[in-house]
């Protein structure tokens, strides 16, 4: 048996090793927001705060085949207006534009029953492939999207 302090009394109660973690935990996510470079963070693992990053109710969005990551993203982005963030692309290499995510979103690891921490090698790559915020424009019938760095990080 374990023993574990207790924040309320200071004292050391039993920890039994069969029970439930807790409710509440943080997770590594890349979390991108219009017009700002992707990021790395750490969000709490919870309902209601996957709302709260995505600013309303969560979809959850699979366009990486090679491996368990998903984009969890505001449900009814493009419906409210939300300003249009990031495209995804068929491949790494800006190929076919498959989607455009509108407002904030968060890509993490979707391989068990909730959404988990990705791995270092994963915070990295896709912080590198979403790193740019992006302008949208209609050009011969197509939308295309042009990355830009933000005002406030170019050097000056």
Known sequence: ????????????????????QPLYREISVVLCEPGKLAKAATIEASLESYQKTVGGYIEVYYPFEEEPVCIVCNEEGKING?????????????????????????????????????????????????????RFFRMDNEIRAVPFLPEKDRER
């Open 82 to 134: 939300l300003p249009l963030n990031r495209a995804v692309y068929a491949d790494p290499d800006r190929g076919e534009m498959l989607d455009i995510i509108a407002g904030k979103f968060f890509v993490c690891d979707c391989s068990g029953e909730n959404f988990g921490s990705l791995s270092p090698e994963q915070l990295r790559r896709y912080t590198e492939m979403f790193k740019y915020p992006e």
């Open 1 to 20: 048996m374990n023993y574990n302090q207790s924040k309320d009394s200071g004292a050391f109660k039993p920890h039994d090793e069969n029970a439930a």
